[in-house]
C-alpha cells in the first residue's frame, strides 16, 4: 500500500491533537466508469468518516450504501493507498487534525441506488447526485472543479493522486 503525506504546515506528530479515518471507494464497472458523488460543487469518491468501534470495512460498506444505495458484502479487500493530511489549526478550531484516508477499488456493475440513500441534511441541500464518469475522463472532470470551490483544490488534488495509483497499480 502506497502512503503519501500532505504536510504543509511542517507539524511533527507531537503537534496533532485529533486523527480523523476515513475509506473511499474506487467502485468502477466492467465499461471502466468510476463511480463518484457530487455535492456542495464538490466531487468525492463514496467514503466518509469511520465510526466508534467500526473497522474500516464496515466503513467502506456502509458509506457505500449511505451515499450511493448499493449495498456491497465487503470482506478480505485491502486498501491501495493511505493519504494523510496534517493541517494546523484544521477548520480554526484550534486544533491540528490528522486525517488520514484509505482508498479501496470496488470492481462492482451494481448500479446506484438513490431510493437507498442515506443522506446527510448536508447533502441534500447541497444538491447531492450520483454519476458515472469513464476512467479516461475523471481527471479532466476534476481538474475542470478545481475552482468551483476553495475547498477542491485540497480534494481534487487527493482524489488525483489516488487515480494516478489507481492506474498504475491496475491499468497497466
Do not use: W
Amino acid at each position: 500500500m502506497k502512503e503519501v503525506l500532505y504536510n504543509y504546515d511542517n507539524l511533527t506528530s507531537k503537534d496533532i491533537d485529533e486523527v480523523v479515518i476515513r475509506t473511499k471507494g474506487l467502485l468502477i464497472n466492467e465499461n471502466d466508469e468510476i463511480l463518484v458523488v457530487y455535492s456542495n460543487k464538490t466531487y468525492h469518491f463514496p467514503g466518509g468518516h469511520l465510526e466508534e468501534g467500526e473497522s474500516l470495512l464496515e466503513c467502506l460498506s456502509r458509506e457505500i450504501k449511505e451515499e450511493a444505495g448499493i449495498d456491497l458484502k465487503i470482506e478480505d479487500l485491502e486498501p491501495f493507498e493511505k493519504i494523510t493530511h496534517y493541517n494546523k489549526n484544521y477548520h480554526n478550531l484550534g486544533k491540528n487534525r490528522e486525517s488520514a484516508v484509505y482508498y479501496y477499488v470496488l470492481n462492482t456493475d451494481k448500479e446506484y441506488d438513490i431510493s437507498n440513500q442515506n443522506l446527510t441534511k448536508d447533502e441534500i441541500e447541497g444538491n447531492f447526485t450520483v454519476k458515472r464518469i469513464h476512467i479516461n475522463d475523471i481527471e479532466q472532470v476534476l481538474i475542470d472543479s478545481i475552482n468551483d470551490r476553495e475547498f477542491n483544490k485540497v480534494i481534487v488534488e487527493e482524489m488525483l493522486d489516488a487515480i494516478k495509483e489507481y492506474k498504475k497499480i491496475y491499468k497497466k
